[in-house]
């Protein structure tokens, strides 16, 4: 908090002019004589209100942030008391879910509105990521500067010998609480807990399996079944990459030492039956999820780091474990060819790591990308091949525009130098293509292919892990074969998940393709992808059947027209500001994701399957409720009243 924002508050006696008064702001004085003057009537939320239903969006959220604002300047405490009133008041989550999971994000949540200017970029961006009001800002302009310019060579040609195994998995979500027999039958984000009396062993209707439930984390048994799983399917695969989120979506009940625990025994058992794992951060693994703020602003998310760096460094050496306790990430070389590891931390541009929304937003947060530009750089000098890993795929609508583009960039520069980029996060099965001009999106402009790796946990489909083909010369991917454990499958929960292959990406899609990409040498080039694409527009029986692979075969909804158009949309963007993907009212990212995702869960409280956040479902109901701006109102003027 600013020193002395409060008290200009309270001299000037308006909420308003107190907000305006922080900083030069870039609404025009007549917007700011406008908010003025409705406050002064009292007719705020009337003009808030008519903005939203006039389509002035982005006006309507200035006023809602002027509220917000009333409430941040009274502090920490205010802010989390009111917010939990109105999760409660909105039913986002159950009362104790509203109130774990505020207290935990609001404290963040309210020291970004406080020093936020009305009007700026980053109001922008807030109102965007957590009312869906204002379309999101253009990227500011970084043209990134390389020390070296793109060598005319492109991609290694096959080598044509025998293929290496590479394995990888994600989102696996261990719930140490599960109780078998429990209920599948709650009210939420997670079931098969006994939460209460009812939902105790003998006492449900619906009792959780012993090994996992689509409404529920997965359990360790189903955790250890696919480790097993690879060590006899893959019993010669040269490396396992893990695409992170490790800890359960239990997100109001996460504490440091529960989190610590949950990442030490999930790389632990790893390290019992996998050979060389290469991991990366996942947005759960924070406490409170997703919060991990740039050195700049604040240590807090350190133990994070620490703690993932005294798992890794057993895999990737101790010459990385100064950069991860720095900033999650890490650059390694594979011991046994001519491959470097890249793991980004990719929460710096998470659109709910609630940290990023300063003022002054970071260009580079850590200087993650200026780093990653020098790892590069050297790897091409020395000849080697780069796989980068992390967490959410940068094209997601999950990520920041300002940071994707600018990843995107770096993409682009070393296209022919990183082989492949491997991410999670979404927990369907699916790829994004990056091109060197996104308004031609065709094969010859497309750079590169991200994998997008189904999850363990059973929330969205069927668990799931993937094995790659890849040459050993070049590492580039030759074919990626999707395994499940089936959960219709009647030995699932009685003598143990079975798991089997789903589909291989060369029999599926390379034999439609025109011409067949069916040779085992082939690589999956990345125009191999855009073709694939091009395959799922000109022919709905082969787009149907990616719909129903992307989660595995569970609760598969039907996609057409615009879903079809905006599905593609997102499979053509290798950065975020080209995935179609338009805010709308009071809809929050995740929701948007899940529906885009092709598969609605119709529970009563919807499931986020990414990342979850009580704070930025409540804050976006302002812009769908006004009962509860009104509440917002009556609390504001209460506290002012009472100072
Ligand atoms: C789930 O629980 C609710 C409330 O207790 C009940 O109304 C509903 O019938 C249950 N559903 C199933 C599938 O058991
Ligand atoms: C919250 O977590 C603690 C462990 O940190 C556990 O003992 C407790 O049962 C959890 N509460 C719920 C509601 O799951
Ligand atoms: C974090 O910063 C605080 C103060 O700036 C310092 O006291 C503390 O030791 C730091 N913690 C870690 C783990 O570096
Ligand atoms: C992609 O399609 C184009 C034309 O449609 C074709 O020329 C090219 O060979 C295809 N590339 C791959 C890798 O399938």
Known sequence: MRPGSALSLLALGSVAQAAISLEDSSLSPREIENLERSIEARSLVDDIWNDIKNAATCTACQGILVLLKGVAIFGDDAFVSIATGLCKLAKVEDDDVCEGTVALEAPIIADAIRNMDLGSDTSKLFCGSFLGLCPEPSVPQWKIPFPSSKPSTGRPAPSGKTPLKVVQYSDIHIDPLYVSGSTTNCTKPVCCRPYTAADEPGHSTSPAGPNGDHKCDTPVGLEISMYQAIKNIVPDAALTLFTGDIVDHAIWNTSKPYNQKQISDAYTYMSQYLGLVYGTAGNHEADPANAFPPQSISNSSQWVYDALSAQWTRWVGASAEAQIENIGAYSTKYPNGNLRIISLNTNFYYRMNFWLYQED??????????????????????????????????????????????????????????????????????????????????????????????????????????????????????????????????????????????????????????????????????????????????????????????????????????????????????????????????????????????????????????GMSAGMKTIGSLAMRKDLLNELQVRVNELRAKA
């Open 361 to 610: 937003i970071e260009q580079d947060p850590d200087g993650q990308i200026k780093w990653l530009v020098s790892e590069l750089d050297a790897a091409e000098k020395a000849g080697e091949r780069v796989y980068i890993i992390g967490h959410m795929p940068i094209g997601e609508s999950d990520a920041f525009h300002a940071g994707s583009n600018y990843i995107d960039q770096v993409v682009n520069r070393y296209s022919s130098t990183i082989a492949a980029m491997f991410f999670g996060h979404t927990h369907v099965d699916h790829f994004e293509v990056s091109y060197s001009d996104y308004s031609k999106q065709d094969a010859s402009h497309a750079v590169m292919a991200s994998y997008i790796c189904p999850s363990l946990t059973p929330t969205s489909g069927m668990p799931s892990f993937r094995v790659y083909d890849v040459d050993p010369v070049t590492f580039a991917v030759l074919d990626t074969t999707t395994y499940i454990a089936d959960m219709t499958n009647a030995n699932f929960q009685t003598t143990g998940p079975v798991w089997t292959k789903l589909y291989s990406a060369k029999e599926v899609y390379g034999s439609k393709l025109n011409p067949p990409v069916t040779d085992p040498s082939a690589e999956l080039t990345p125009a191999f992808w855009h073709n694939v694409t091009a395959l799922f527009e000109s022919n709905s029986a082969m787009f149907n059947q990616y719909i129903s692979l992307k989660s595995r075969g569970w609760n598969v909804a039907s996609c057409t027209g615009d879903c079809q158009k905006q599905e593609i949309c997102q499979l053509r963007a290798g950065r975020s500001e080209s995935n179609c993907v338009v805010p709308s009212p009071g809809l929050h990212i995740s929701k948007r994701s899940d529906e885009r995702h092709g598969h609605s869960h119709h529970r009563a409280h919807d499931h986020q399957e990414c």
